[in-house]
C-alpha cells in the first residue's frame, strides 16, 4: 500500500511547491511593475528572475529573502539592470538605474539600430 501512496504523496508535494513559487513570482512581478512606476521606468522583457534565496536569522525569527534582477529602460533606448530584494511581499532594498546625466567623460552609448542587417540584404544559400 505504500509503495502506492508514497509516489503519489511526493507528486502532489512537488506541485504544491511549483505552485507556490509561481505564485511568488507573480507577486514579485506584481511589486516590479509598481516600483517601476513609481520611479517612472519601464521594465524591459515584463519578467523578473529569482538570482538569490537568502537565509537569515533576526530577533529569533527565520527569514528567508529573495533577490530577483530585472531589466529597465530609462527613455527606451537603453537597458539597465536593476534588483530588488523581498521578503514577502515587503520590499527590502532596491538598487534601481540613476536618472543622473552621464558624466562628461562616459562614452557615448552604441547605436545598435546601425549594427542591424535588415532581411532583405541577407544572402540566402541551401547548404
Do not use: K
Amino acid at each position: 500500500m505504500l509503495e502506492v501512496w508514497l509516489p503519489l504523496l511526493a507528486c502532489v508535494a512537488i506541485g504544491l511547491a511549483w505552485q507556490h513559487v509561481m505564485r511568488l513570482r507573480e507577486r514579485a512581478v506584481a511589486r516590479v511593475h509598481e516600483l517601476c512606476a513609481r520611479n517612472d521606468l519601464q521594465l524591459l522583457d515584463d519578467s523578473v528572475a529569482l538570482h538569490r534565496l537568502h537565509v537569515t536569522w533576526r530577533r529569533g525569527t527565520l527569514r528567508i529573502l529573495r533577490e530577483y534582477r530585472f531589466d529597465t529602460s530609462l527613455n527606451g533606448r537603453d537597458r539597465v539592470g536593476a534588483r530588488m530584494t523581498l521578503h514577502g511581499d515587503r520590499i527590502v532594498t532596491a538598487v534601481l538605474p540613476s536618472r543622473e546625466p552621464p558624466a562628461p567623460d562616459a562614452p557615448a552609448p552604441i547605436d545598435v539600430s546601425a549594427s542591424v542587417v535588415p532581411l532583405s540584404r541577407v544572402r540566402r544559400t541551401l547548404h
